[in-house]
């Protein structure tokens, strides 16, 4: 059991490192969108921003699922590496069909998965989240301007015109 559990930790972070890879990613990608000119009102621009996020999101998701199969082929609980992406991605979804069950001895690893996937789920969606946010004031600020610059200019209206 014990080896099963620092197997399962040993994927947690591997999942981790796989995840702060993507997140790096989209942080390089995003930003150099939105400074390029990608976000404000122009709406179709605002959709291919969070489209790109949320692909390099999934793509994260499966490599991750990925690389637990991985593990279950190569530790010989699966027969072959398709059928061990199916098991994995059952897991890290928590679909668990139970149509494929591991080994009595491996099957720790299947709620290991689960809560990789959930805490994972979890942060795409506050990633999404946060992209859609900063588009969001990207696009008010574009339409109706920072509101500290309309206090700025008015204050500065008076004294130019001596009121």
Not at 3 to 30: C, F, K, P, Q, T
Not at 88 to 95: F, G, I, K, P, V
Not at 109 to 117: D, F, I, K, S, Y
């Amino acid at each position: 059991m014990v080896l099963i559990l620092a197997a399962g930790i040993a994927l947690l972070l591997g999942s981790l490192l796989s995840y702060g890879l993507a997140m790096a990613l989209i942080l390089r990608v995003g930003t150099g969108l939105i400074r390029s000119g990608y976000r404000g009102q122009r709406f179709w621009r605002n959709v291919a921003v969070m489209m790109i996020a949320t692909l390099i999101m999934a793509a994260a998701h499966v490599t991750q699922i990925a690389l637990w199969a991985l593990v279950f082929f190569l530790a010989g609980q699966v027969a072959d590496f398709p059928r061990a992406f199916y098991v994995s991605a059952q897991n890290y979804t928590t679909l668990s069909y139970g149509d494929i069950l591991l080994p009595e001895r491996w099957r720790l690893l299947g709620p290991l998965e689960a809560m990789n996937g959930l805490l994972f789920f979890g942060l795409s969606t506050a990633v999404l989240f946060a992209v859609m946010s900063r588009l969001l004031v990207h696009h008010l600020r574009d339409e109706i301007g920072h509101p500290g610059e309309a206090a700025v200019a008015t204050g500065s209206d008076k004294k130019l015109g001596g009121g």
